[in-house]
């Protein structure tokens, strides 16, 4: 209940409740200034045009969101002129339907924010359908929505020059709590009494996210010229933490190879659980920083483990030597601590605002960390066949919004028919999977968000309040619409029962109405999705496992480098270390999805699952010994030690190969060394690496079941 509670409470702060607020202003401030003069069909044209390009301004660099509101001006206009002029005939509006549901979905091969210009087009097309409009003011109309778009624009520019760091500082802050949720499942896998299966999914899972948070916080930092090139104190410490941040996830992934033998070996000592303790106190107050810059408030620095560390380290000093080694895979895992407490501390100087934390400057080479979408025409013109995605799921959308339209004029049953139409086109994702989610989601809201709207219209309500509760209700559609699509549609629905009830429509018959079109649309998108052209992700899985691949031997590359005695760029280590997080989590979310999808289509779902879990664990271990060596000053290492790696690495590429792709990684020299006498440390390294090049022939094998070698 706490939890629940203080989720609630920061609800109030996070930037989905500011996109509420700020649409709600938008759409509803023309609707009302009109009607008191008396203007309503005017500011209505006005509100329904701030509410299209309120659907493209997603949280991100501020001249993407512009330039995307630029754009989606331009085809919302174009798409209302045309509508207004074909819908005077019905094949000329079922053309229409057809060519603009193609040419906007193909939007998809843009990237989300293309996708999202496309939606609010098909929306503005919809909206304009089933509206009376002569002639001779089809250009008035067009303009009164561009002028909404213009409204909407400028209240959004406007809140981002108030307060232009505040979108980054939620960003951030959601990026670092969601890192503190996988340090905390981390900490279970030193509890001895959880099921290692069970956190290995539950770690993969969490990956995901805290990918997609790194990049969304990376995405607005790094493109956001203000934050990376003015000399300002405030965008300083904002990138400088996330650079932090980045460091902390990988100290956090860097871990003892097995686990399984780790509990065997010292579960009777009651390390692990200490160890446990401390990771998820560590993981308590790492939520806490979160909290303090998403609420960009102070950070309170909970008591200091000074003690509980000495404690540990006094527990470890005590195993005997002969003890598995000396006991020097604890001392290394001692040492892992320490550096996430020590990065902890260094993104803590976020709070100290002050020449200190600002003194160091952010590097120059950030621009290779993000990256950058082409709006090349060539790219629209390639994916014009069936072999692309993009095209078979813009023909499904094609094919189905012109069913719908087709049933639509059928069936007469009310005056929103256009309803039906606007559930395919929005309900019809590109996966299957995703599509059946938002189905369900969709028909569960309405149905929910009726039975709300029913009982608050049949209640004794003054117009004041209910008007009130509808203001309410808009807010929270527009603020999760992007983070809890199911709450968004339960708001939704009770608002617009509401709002037609203002305009003197009758609410049960409009209720039936509702309930049919979103059924009958709903219908139609998933049969579309099961079967015209589907897209089952077991046929597209291969080319994410061969990325995996290939982003784990880059990522083991570096780290051969520096057992050469290489001096290996940070940048490049980085960059590599990056696109073996990206490739693992889309690796993961495509598994996932696999997963909702019909269990005729799953594919080698077993093996899938082993070597999404065995790639983790491997770049894992290659962060484990990289960061211990990195750390140190160059020099080769035994060559029992290259020797190990490289085996680890040919297993690598040999599998890469045997997906029928070329290899796109560099292969290490053979230069040969005398073999030396391995001290302590460098026998933990070599067990390290033995168990890496284990897991490579497990991941051979694996891959070989996959592709049916």
Partial sequence: MRKQVKEASLFFFSQSLADGLRTTIAVLLPALVSFYLNLFDLGMTVSLGALCVSLVDAPGPIIHRRNTMLFCLLFIFIVVVVTGFARLNIFLTGLEILVFSFFFSMFNVYGLRATMVGNAALLAMVLTMDRPIEPAQVLWYGLLMVAGGIWYMAISLFAYHIRPYRTAQRTLGESIRELSRYLSIKADFYNTKTDLHEDYKKIIAQQIVVSDKQDSAREILFKTRQIVNENTEEGRRLVLAFIDTVDLFENITASYYDYELLRQRFDHTGILNQIYKIAKQLAADLELTGIGIFTNSNYIKRPNYDAIFLELKNKIELIPKSEHGDSIVLKKMLVNIRKIMQAHNDLLRYFNVGPSRGSKKASSSHTLFVSHQSLDPKIYWNNLNLSSSAFRHASRVAIACIVG??????????????????????????AYSLTRQRNIERISGTLIGGAIGFI????????????????????????????????????????????????????????????????IGCIIALLAGYLLFPDWESQGLKSYLHQMLVANAAYLQKLLDALYGKNVSITEYKLARKEVYISSANLAAA?????????????????????????????????????????????????????????AQHNLFDTIEKFGKPILVSKSNTEKDQIEELTADALLVKEQLEFIHKLTSDIQKTSEKIIGL
């Avoid at 309500?461 to 699509?485: D, E, H, K, N, P």
């Avoid at 093996?607 to 962060?623: G, K, W």
């Fill in 405 to 430: 339209f087709i049933i639509s004029k059928f069936i007469s049953y009310g005056y929103h028919s256009y309803w039906i139409l606007m559930t395919i086109a929005f309900m019809l994702k590109p």
């Fill in 456 to 519: 608050l219209l049949i209640l004794p309500i003054s117009s004041m309040l209910l008007f009130g509760v509808m203001v309410v209700l808009m807010v929270a559609t527009y603020s999760f619409i992007r983070i809890q699509y199911l709450v968004s549609v339960i708001c939704m629905t009770p608002f617009l029962l509401i709002l037609f009830h203002f305009l003197g429509a009758e609410f049960i018959g409009l209720l039936q109405e509702r309930l049919i079109d979103t059924a």
């Fill in 591 to 647: 598994f996932q999805r696999m997963l909702s999808e019909p269990k005729s289509t799953q594919k080698n779902k077993n093996e899938i699952h082993q070597f999404v879990v065995l790639n983790h664990t491997l770049f894992s271990n290659i962060a484990t010994i990289a960061s211990s060596i990195l750390s140190q000053k160059p020099y080769r290492r035994s060559e029992i030690i290259i020797r190990t790696a490289k085996k």
